[in-house]
């Protein structure tokens, strides 16, 4: 059974930084197809960044670019999403997703399995 367990969120001031882990079972960190995902209130939900379906590279949305990397710890089968030079409209709910793919350099969900999320809210 594929479980996935975000934790990491907070609350945060404009230009902070924050850490989201993602702790995964059932699904192999390592082969790639997993990522991060948000949604703001009111707003569609929209891809962070991901692994790609064979795990050896990485894919950004625009807006973060340069802001945030995800990584891995294979022997934790976790995955991470360091946030840096956070912004108020970054504020959102940050999920693990699995599995994911990639197209035209965009990660989409491809699956029913969601993490519970985690709440990032970058403030004054």
């Known amino acids: 059974q594929l479980q996935l367990v975000e934790s990491g969120g907070g609350l945060v001031q404009p230009g902070g930084s924050l850490r989201l882990s993602c702790a995964v079972s059932g699904f192999t960190v390592a082969y790639g197809a997993i990522g991060w995902f948000r949604q703001a209130p009111g707003k569609e939900r929209e891809g962070v960044s991901c692994f790609s379906t064979d795990g050896t590279s990485t894919h950004y949305a625009d807006s973060v670019k340069g802001r945030f990397t995800i990584s891995r710890d294979n022997a934790k089968n976790a995955v991470y999403l360091q946030m840096n030079s956070l912004k108020s409209e970054d504020t959102a709910v940050y999920y693990c997703?699995?599995?994911?793919?990639?197209?035209?350099?965009?990660?989409?969900?491809?699956?029913?399995?969601w993490g519970r999320g985690t709440q990032v809210t970058v403030s004054s």
């Open positions: 997703v699995a599995p994911v793919i990639v197209t035209t350099n965009r990660c989409h969900y491809n699956g029913d399995y």
